[in-house]
């Protein structure tokens, strides 16, 4: 548990990795005992870093992954050694940097795949689209292109801004270090955006079929793509509803990615407070939550105004199909609640490891990331005591593995 420097450094490196646990403490350190402690580590596939603020410091400093000098009384050598200077010397600053930085990659990560799921949405439904074909042999769209640029443009475009202000999750302090080579584009980002844009895309596509293949007996009209007539009437009321649904589902998404995991009935699992903290969360982000309440009301005008809808959009007033468009929002949701569930039962992209938290697992993250569970104090013969420490991690927090590079530890 407890070694001096001289007695670390007599030590080789075989016999260092021979044991079960590295020193917890090292007394009196030389620069050349930091630096094998380093390396140790190293060996053991484990991240290290280290802060300091004299020259003694630098040799250890640089070597580390992630070198952190002081900035205020750190001396110019450790700084420059150092890939992180703390200009408050306030070593708080540290574990708000961390935090900070992952909250802005998973923000730029729920930004993207909120933009991406609706892209693939959208390509499933138009391009199987294609398939139906009218009188004249002429595909008949099931979005307008003009439809397309108002979801694109007004609908997503509010809604991803607002992730991008997303508060830290719960869990953000919990989790290993990401592998900086993948970048934001990782596999989890982009499985989900297949996964999540297939389910959006084939409610859109079975929405329009059954308003023109099931109630329209597939009249798919004349020329319907550029205006409307009375043959047109059931293509431009199955854009009506397609249009409203496909809105709506890409609005809902953006609530559904407040965390790529969790539920959204239950993004925060440590806390007890609440037993549905349902609207507290999804209100929590007031940008996010206008957003989509009013992108979600802005389908009303869009489809009744005379004119708008039927030269402008090519799409016609709806009434019974509103059921289609409210019934596929639930569908979805089940959906991606499924395999947000799958993901987090079976681990994946998470090492195999499962990330659901039990009911008594909670813990405050104020209490850091390892609690000091258990001291034992011995008293000897002579009237000495000795107290021993022994470390203990809370539930679901793994070590985690050594990044490649100092930027990773974000």
Known sequence: MVKTGVEFDAMSDEEIDKLPTLPFVIARCAPDTKTKMIMALRRRNRFSAMTGDGVNDAPSLSEADVGI???????????SASAIVLTDDNFASIVNAVEEGRRMFDNIQKFILHLLVS????????IIGLAFQDENKLSVFPLAPLEILWINMITS?????????????????????????KGVFTTQILVDMLVYGTIMGACSLCTFIIVVYGVGNGNLGKNCNESYSLECDTVFRARGAVFAQLTWLILISAWEFKSI??????????QTEHRFPFFRDIYANKFLFWSVIIGALSVFPVIYIPGLNTNVFKHKG???????????????????????????K?????????????KDASISLRQGFFTMAKTMTRTSTGGMSRATTMEKRPPGLSVPQRPSAADEIV
């Open 119 to 126: 892209n693939v949405g959208e390509v499933i439904l138009l």
């Open 346 to 358: 079976y681990g994946l992209f998470n090492a195999g490891i499962s990330d659901r938290v039990k």
């Open 261 to 270: 995991r969790r539920s959204i009935f239950r993004l925060d699992p440590y």
């Open 157 to 181: 475009s509010f809604p991803a801004f607002g992730l991008g202000l997303e508060d830290a999750t719960a869990d953000i302090m919990r989790r290993d270090p990401h592998d900086n080579k």
């Open 69 to 79: 000098a002081m900035g205020m009384n750190g001396s110019d050598v450790a700084k």
């Open 318 to 344: 709806i009434t019974w199909e509103w059921g289609l468009s409210a019934g596929a929002v639930p569908v979805f949701i089940l959906g991606v609640e499924t395999w947000k569930f799958i993901k987090r």
